[in-house]
């Protein structure tokens, strides 16, 4: 990941958004040191789940896990058909 200065960042502001688009590079825009933005793909950044949306989706698979009928079924059966059910 690169890092540069905000002036930087101006002077090149169109390369920046390139190597984002084409190579998928994220570049950090730094003040004084210190970091205040961030340029990335923006396909990159629509797909990042977020640990609530990791939770979210495993109470939800837990959820279906319950309401299996388990006799009779192995639990891969099991597992296939409540994975069938999230798609």
């Known amino acids: 990941m690169r890092r540069c200065s905000v002036a930087d960042a101006k002077a090149h502001l169109s390369r920046l958004i390139t190597d984002a688009d084409r190579d998928g590079r994220e570049t950090i825009i730094e003040r004084r040191g210190r970091p205040v933005a961030r340029i990335v793909p923006l396909e990159a950044e629509i797909n990042k789940r ?19 009928r388990w006799d009779g079924d192995s639990a891969s059966s099991a597992l296939r058909e409540v994975r069938g059910g999230l798609d």
């Not at 990791?54 to 959820?63: G, M, S, T």
């Open 50 to 68: 977020t640990r609530e949306d990791v939770v979210k989706d495993f109470d939800e698979a837990i959820n279906a896990l319950a309401k299996v």
